[in-house]
């Protein structure tokens, strides 16, 4: 099946800092999500992103299809984007899957 | 509008006994997803429902759950004969079509004693 890998694991860094984390997928996707999820829990959707680029405030996302990559850029970071990043992918072929990445744990310190 | 509503936040309960999660999910939301995440892990997808139809029930982790969707809103996966394996959060999602975001509920935390 197919694989998604995400990285680095994990990621400290000094609230101000800019980081870059990356997802990697095996085999052609029909589309792909970026989430957080907070330390409580809770998953928020963070980008819809089949391919191109996007951006919302100091978080931006590419997704580069034909190359079977996409990275989500983090700016100015801030001790609220401590959390887990997921990337998931969604298949349809021989029916309908989501397959999530093993995630990036990231800590930001004040 | 109200978000994705799973309920209970938190199930208690006994091996070898049967528990009933349920789903509410965003008014006008077609497409409705179950996941599973144990402690410290990733989300692993269990179903799909387009309107009450699940095409494809593979990613059920064996015979004793099942799942279904009435209506075209409400959700609701059951756990046959439970086991401490078994014990994990239960999330939902639903998403205006299946080509649209996914927007979670806040989970169910189950312990099988």
């Known amino acids: 099946g197919i694989q998604v890998e995400q990285s680095p694991p994990d990621l400290i860094l000094q609230e101000g800092a800019n980081s870059t984390l990356r997802c990697n997928f095996s085999?052609?996707?029909?589309?792909l999500q970026w989430f957080h999820q907070n330390p409580w829990g809770q998953l928020i959707n963070l980008f819809y992103i089949p391919s191109g680029t996007k951006q919302n405030g100091r978080l931006s996302a590419t997704t580069v299809a034909t190359e079977r990559y996409s990275l989500l850029y983090i700016s100015s970071s801030q001790t609220t984007d401590s959390g887990v990043y997921f990337c998931a992918v969604e298949l349809t072929t021989g029916g309908f899957k989501t397959i999530f990445g093993a995630g990036t744990r990231l800590f930001v310190k004040a | 509008g109200a978000g994705v509503s799973q309920s209970p936040s938190n199930k208690v309960t006994e091996k070898g006994k049967d528990v009933e999660l349920r789903c509410d999910p965003i008014s006008g939301h077609t497409a409705l997803y179950w996941y599973r995440q144990s402690l410290g892990q990733g989300l692993e997808f269990l179903i799909y429902?387009?309107?009450?139809?699940?095409?494809?029930k593979s990613g059920l982790p064996s015979d004793r759950f099942s799942a279904e969707r009435t209506g075209g809103s409400v959700s609701t996966l059951t756990i046959q004969r439970t086991q401490q394996e078994d014990s994990a959060v239960y999330l939902c999602?639903?998403?205006?079509?299946?080509?649209?975001?996914?927007?979670f509920g806040d989970g169910t935390r189950l312990s099988i004693l």
């Open positions: 999602a639903s998403s205006h079509t299946w080509d649209q975001p996914q927007h």
């Open positions: 085999d052609s996707v029909n589309n």
């Open positions: 429902f387009q309107g009450n139809s699940a095409p494809d």
